[in-house]
């Protein structure tokens, strides 16, 4: 199985970002996965000592095949980041998984997405695959299930389909 980059968007939050990473590393496949984070620039002045505490944390970041880090000079804001970031990812390696930094997943996290996106590739409705659950009672889903909506928690995607989102 391909595994599909992760693509991180952090901020300037470190605590969450510490705990994101944390639990990242503890799925099965992040040595084996290729991990991208884009730290936006700050806003204003106040926020710069939280972006670079967060951006010396993940200049550190280990336990992945490799990690490559995207300093934003400007502040993009949320949206602008992620199109563009998950754009370039997903433009290069057809496939990506899209965390932001205050995100804590389990350890199968990784191989369901990846899991996930071999499986419904042909599948022309399916647009993302997102790792959050929403039901609180887990143990009663016995497999996949479809939603009539996205979700930005934990989600994954194809380029076909990333660029005919990006079109409408």
């Known amino acids: 199985m391909s595994l599909a980059p992760i693509v991180l968007f952090v901020y300037n939050r470190p605590e969450h970002t510490r705990q994101t990473i944390d639990a990242l590393q503890k799925n099965d496949l992040a040595q084996e996965s290729e991990l991208f984070v884009y730290s936006d620039g700050t806003k204003n002045e106040k926020a710069l000592p ?7 944390m993940v200049r550190r970041i280990s336990g992945f095949k490799k990690v490559t880090v995207i300093e934003r000079d400007r502040n993009w804001g949320l949206a602008a980041n992620i199109i563009d970031g998950v754009t370039h990812v997903v433009g290069k390696y057809g496939t990506v998984i ?8 389990s350890r199968n996290f990784l191989r369901f997405m990846n899991e996930a996106l071999a499986v419904y590739k042909k599948e022309g409705a399916v647009y993302s695959i997102t790792g959050h659950s929403f039901t609180d009672d887990v143990k009663d889903i016995d497999s996949s299930y479809f939603l009539a909506f996205t979700s930005s928690w934990g989600w994954a995607t194809w380029e076909e389909k990333w660029r005919y989102l990006l079109r409408r």
């Open 98 to 105: 899209v965390l932001e930094d205050d995100l804590i997943t």
């Open 50 to 56: 939280q972006v670079n505490k967060v951006r010396e």
